[in-house]
């Protein structure tokens, strides 16, 4: 996106958006603004709220509180005509097996009663990469083709606006990869992006990420922000015996986190003078390295998780 664009053309801007099941209220106060080609990742624990929110973003759901807008339009009021521009592809998507690639597009089309048909389904097939493989049955595709399949099923209706439920839960680390190259491209042609996700390397390619646990948005921004907003520090440990040492630090006054990263572990807190003392014992020892490091985006969501947990309680 240029820098031009940042700022000027929101595709979502929403407050205050609450959703209640029962007594349980699963959305709680919820602001973003969203621009046209961002890549917008929505990470938390499950339950946290991801869909919820999403689909009261598009429309598909009624919000009992907020007000706002998504593609200029009022979610409350507009609904049809905001779900007629997105596209959203959920994690059980399913296909004619025994079709190809190109007649499951084809099939999708008539259902929904598109024009112009046959250019439709050539422009997914070209746009995902699928043109070569359109003669291969839907059956015989594997997980990361089967994606990209249910990606361009998405975008027959040519949508504004993509909503990904955790599109690639399953798939391998270079399918995986992959897809993201794809939606990337779609991205730059202008089309908005709303992605809940599992997993950190997924996280890093959107452009934006919100984290939300217990309804609640804890952070947003882009990755950078987001860590250098968490208040956290992270200190690297590497040491023989790394469980015992972990072990000995856990529960130390100024040590909230201790993971292990292969070799290392990542000892954190939001009290910097707090848990240098804490790693006093180990810093000056000639076989243990103590350096400090950035955390990790993983490192500020446990962290985020472990706060709002309390909160919780
Ligand atoms: P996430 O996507 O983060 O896993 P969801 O938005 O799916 O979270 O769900 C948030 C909470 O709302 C969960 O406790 C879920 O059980 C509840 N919930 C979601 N949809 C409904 C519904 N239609 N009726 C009742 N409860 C629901």
Known sequence: ???????????????????????????DGFSIRVERGEIYGFLGPNGSGKTTTIRMLCGLLTPDAGEGTCLGLDIRTQSAAIKRQVGYMTQKFSFWEDLSIRENLDFVARMYGLPDRRRRVGD???????????????GELSGGWKQRLALAACILHEPRLLLLDEPTAGVDPKAR????????????????????????????RCHQIAYLAYGKLMTHGTVDEVVAGSGLHTVAVSAPHLGRVAAELEGRPGVEMVAAFG????????DRAALDEALAPWAG??????????????????HLMNRSTDNFR
């Open 285 to 302: 020892r000639a076989d243990v390295r103590v350096e400090p490091t950035g955390p990790t985006l993983e490192d500020v969501f446990i």
């Open 124 to 138: 997914a097939l070209d746009r995902l990469g699928l043109a070569e493989r359109q003669a291969q049955l839907a």
């Open 263 to 270: 070799t290392r572990l990542h000892v954190s807190g939001t």
């Open 177 to 204: 990869r992959e897809f993201w190259d794809e939606i990337h491209a779609l991205a730059e042609t202008g089309l908005t992006v709303l992605v809940s996700t599992h997993y950190m390397d997924e996280a890093e």
């Open 1 to 27: 996106m240029t820098a031009e664009a940042a700022g000027s053309d929101p595709v979502i801007d929403v407050r205050g958006l609450v959703k209640r099941f029962g007594a349980k209220t699963v959305v």
